[in-house]
T-cell receptor, first 114, second 113 residues
Framework: DGGITQSPKYLFRKEGQNVTLSCEQNLNHDAMYWYRQDPGQGLRLIYY???????QKGDIAEGYSVSREKKESFPLTVTSAQKNPTAFYLC?????????????FGSGTQLSVL | SQELEQSPQSLIVQEGKNLTINCTSS?????LYWYKQKYGEGLIFLMM?????EEKSHEKITAKLDEKKQQSSLHITASQPSHAGIYLC?????????????FGTGTLLAVQP
């Protein structure tokens, strides 16, 4: 079955530690996205990538980094510079061929600080 | 920047009752998406509206787009416990040539048996 897989489901970060969230898709989509969800604030865009080896900052990119070395994969690293990392992180993908496309979402990763 | 406001923020209804959730944009809507989310899970696509006056239905859920009012409404008829969850609207951001979505803050729906 085609879809988006996020791992792990739950992740804990210690002070000063970088952690990486995995996102893999087998939908052959060009575009991939990372959103952060906090209670009462909806989803906010962290980074997005329209094509392999290219990505752009979203609205809240500070303290995060990404890479897009393969079409199927778009890992997100939460660095120690992100002072408030506790949130639910959602990865999404779309065909990437223009406006008004449907986004497909993974099941999310809950990140908490120890 | 464009903002989406959803109302109400939360809603509790008795099973079998009808309900409406609204999504209002601060700017012109060029496309509006509705998603549903179970707590702690990903978003499930419900429907996409692209033109003013457009109305779509899926099972007992109907969504309309009113471009003049910069608003969309989601109506559930004869609600069931399976309808419970968080409903989010998303709109196409026109910044650059991208298809990023911006999202509303969500409406939490509880259906009492």
């Amino acid at each position: 079955d085609g879809g988006i897989t996020q791992s792990p489901k739950y992740l804990f970060r210690k002070e000063g530690q970088n952690v990486t969230l995995s996102c893999e898709q087998n939908l052959n989509h060009d575009a991939m996205y990372w959103y952060r969800q906090d209670p009462g604030q909806g989803l906010r865009l962290i980074y997005y990538s329209q094509i392999v080896n290219d990505f752009q900052k979203g609205d809240i990119a500070e303290g995060y980094s990404v890479s897009r070395e393969k079409k199927e994969s778009f890992p997100l690293t939460v660095t120690s510079a992100q002072k408030n990392p506790t949130a639910f992180y959602l990865c999404a993908s779309s065909l990437g061929r223009g406006h008004r496309e449907k986004l497909f979402f993974g099941s999310g990763t809950q990140l908490s600080v120890l | 920047s464009q903002e989406l406001e959803q109302s109400p923020q939360s809603l509790i209804v008795q099973e079998g009752k009808n309900l409406t959730i609204n999504c209002t944009s601060s700017k012109t809507l060029y496309g509006l998406y509705w998603y549903k989310q179970k707590y702690g899970e990903g978003l499930i696509f419900l429907m996409m509206l692209q033109k003013g006056g457009e109305e779509k239905s899926h099972e007992k859920i109907t969504a309309k787009l009113d471009e003049k009012k910069q608003q969309s409404s989601l109506h559930i008829t004869a609600s069931q416990p399976s309808h419970a969850g968080i409903y989010l609207c998303g709109a196409v951001s026109l910044r650059g040539a991208t298809n990023k979505l911006i999202f509303g803050t969500g409406t939490l729906l509880a259906v009492q048996p």
